[in-house]
């Protein structure tokens, strides 16, 4: 039975080639099993997925670049903490963390989020 439930669930050749062949065309394809799907109607999850997918889109067509900015909060001295955001540079990634945290010190802007190396980068 759970054969034939895995069986049902493969995409035909056929199918797989349509997926290709709109990915060489340029667009973006997700496809989920059932079993993935683990009882959620799938309606709502592609209603869900596109509007995620606007924030993704937004965020990767500006080009921007995970940071972590390393700083420090008088309420936590002296520990460090990091602060991820997507930015166009380390000044605009120091920008969003004093908003979000005004009377934060900054100590150092790194590349990549969650990282904290401590080499001032």
Excluded at 75 to 104: I, M, T, V
Aim: glycine share 8%.
């Amino acid at each position: 039975m759970e054969n034939q439930k895995q069986e049902a669930e493969k995409l035909s050749d056929e199918e797989r080639q349509m997926i290709e062949a709109l990915r060489d065309r340029g667009f973006a394809v997700v496809v989920f099993t059932p079993e993935e799907l683990q009882g959620a109607e799938s309606g709502r999850v592609e209603d869900r997925l596109v509007e995620l997918g606007w924030d993704v889109i937004e965020t990767l067509s500006q080009e921007l670049t995970q940071f972590c900015v390393v700083y420090r909060d008088a309420g936590y001295a002296p520990f460090r903490l990091g602060f991820n955001c997507w930015a166009k540079d380390a000044d605009h990634a120091k920008e969003q963390c004093l908003n979000a945290y005004p009377s934060c010190e900054v100590i150092e802007v790194n590349e990549g989020f969650g990282n904290m190396r401590g080499d001032g980068k």
